[in-house]
């Protein structure tokens, strides 16, 4: 009994970071469970008022292994009907000017894309792969 009084008593002082922990822990748990509702709401959102998405190689010449958005955002904006998506290097220096464009497009192809659109005057072109 006097071990146990012994390690409640040295747990009290804890309290608040263990509180704290199991909070962000239910925060994590939360989010991870919500963020591909308010995703799919987004995605939604823009596909219905005809607008469209960019890929983004500059992610790879800085280190990432990915253009953004991620393959999963890419497959929920194609499976909920979006056609209308460009690519995009966003580089600020020449050398980096389409850095990447074939990646992207191999992984738009994977995720069920045929076509990449360019705007010309404000209108949008439809490319073929």
Do not use: W
Not at 16 to 35: D, E, G, M, N, R
């Amino acid at each position: 009994m006097r071990t146990i009084k012994k390690v409640l008593r040295y747990m009290k002082r804890y309290i608040p970071l263990l509180i704290l922990s199991i909070l962000l822990a239910a925060v994590t748990v939360a989010l991870t469970l919500y963020f591909p509702i308010l995703t799919g709401d987004a995605l939604d959102l823009i596909i219905d008022k005809g607008k469209g998405i960019e890929v983004n190689t500059g992610s790879l010449y800085k280190g990432f292994s990915y253009p953004h958005p991620h393959q999963t955002v890419l497959k929920m904006y194609r499976e909920l009907g979006g056609e209308i998506i460009t690519i995009g290097s966003d580089a600020h220096v020449p050398q980096y000017v389409g850095y990447g464009f074939e990646q992207a497009e191999a992984l738009l192809k994977q995720c069920g894309f045929r076509y990449y659109t360019l705007f010309e005057k404000g209108k949008p072109q439809q490319i073929a792969f």
